[in-house]
């Protein structure tokens, strides 16, 4: 199996790095599984004071392949869009157990932040962005939503409002109005990524870390995230069904424009 996600510790910080830049790290499933690998074996790894997630090549991922969710029936049989419960469950507890680490998490994004790479950006505790990349959860205009933490998290992020017209728009945002908006913390020249974020973790370490797994847990307990995970796969298991969501998926496989029938 290619190396699709790599893993590096380097003294106190446990590096995960989306491999496929060929492809725009495009998330399939293979990439998502041995994503949640690295996660688990960090869970493992004594002594870490931070994980930092990032992407090779020109983008942190433009977001979920498409072609690999029309291939869903390989992995969960021919009648696939019934199970879409079952489905969201599983590639949500990827990001809950991500969100759950008492270690501080931090992304660094660059290129594109597109869909489920937002979603994984989201379940971070910290995001950092290179000047000029574009965050967006385009789902909508697939006729579907985002069902993997995307819609709870932005919500709690940056409040009802802005989350709605993001979502309902489908639209790519510059990172610098991410910024502004509250979805990343600081936005750097690209080449200054790797220096924002070895200065942000040595500040981090010089607090004590039960104190700082701790006040995660706290502040990440003030919000009621599961409930919200349990409406988006509750939503998503209806919308997969619909033609509309064929529609969309079509239409973005062939660039041209959607034909909506709001069905």
């Known amino acids: 199996m290619d190396d699709l996600v790599i893993t590096r510790q380097r003294d106190a910080i446990f590096e995960i790095i989306l491999n496929r830049p060929d492809k725009r790290n495009a998330i399939n499933v293979e990439l998502f599984t041995q994503f949640d690998t690295a996660v688990q074996q960090a869970t493992r790894t004594p002594n870490l004071r931070a994980i930092i997630i990032r992407g090779e090549g020109k983008a942190f991922s433009a977001g979920i392949d498409v072609s690999a969710l029309l291939g869903m029936a390989d992995r969960y049989g021919p009648h696939w869009q019934t199970r879409m419960r079952a489905i969201t469950d599983d590639f949500q507890r990827v ?9 501080p998490t931090i992304a660094l994004l660059h290129g594109y932040c597109l ?7 989201l379940a971070c505790d910290i995001r950092i962005a290179a000047a000029g990349t574009l965050l967006g959860l385009p789902e909508t205009r697939l006729g579907i939503i985002p069902d993997v933490g995307g819609t709870t998290r932005l919500a709690r992020l940056i409040g009802p409002a802005r989350a709605k017209e993001l979502i309902f728009t489908g639209r790519q945002l510059d990172a610098a109005i991410a910024e502004r908006w509250g979805i990343v913390n600081y936005v750097v020249p690209e080449e200054s990524l790797a220096v924002r974020v070895e200065e942000l973790v040595t500040e981090i370490c010089q607090s004590a870390p039960l104190a700082v797994g701790m006040a995660k847990r706290v502040i990440d307990g003030l919000s009621d995230i ?3 995970l349990q409406l988006e796969g509750w939503a998503q298991s209806q919308l997969f069904q619909t033609e509309d969501f064929m529609e969309g998926a079509q239409s973005f496989l062939m660039k041209r424009p959607p034909q909506w029938k709001g069905k």
């Open 95 to 103: 990001l809950t157990r991500l969100e759950r680490l008492e270690l």
């Open 115 to 121: 869909g489920l790479a937002l979603e994984l950006a």
């Open 226 to 228: 599961d409930r919200g």
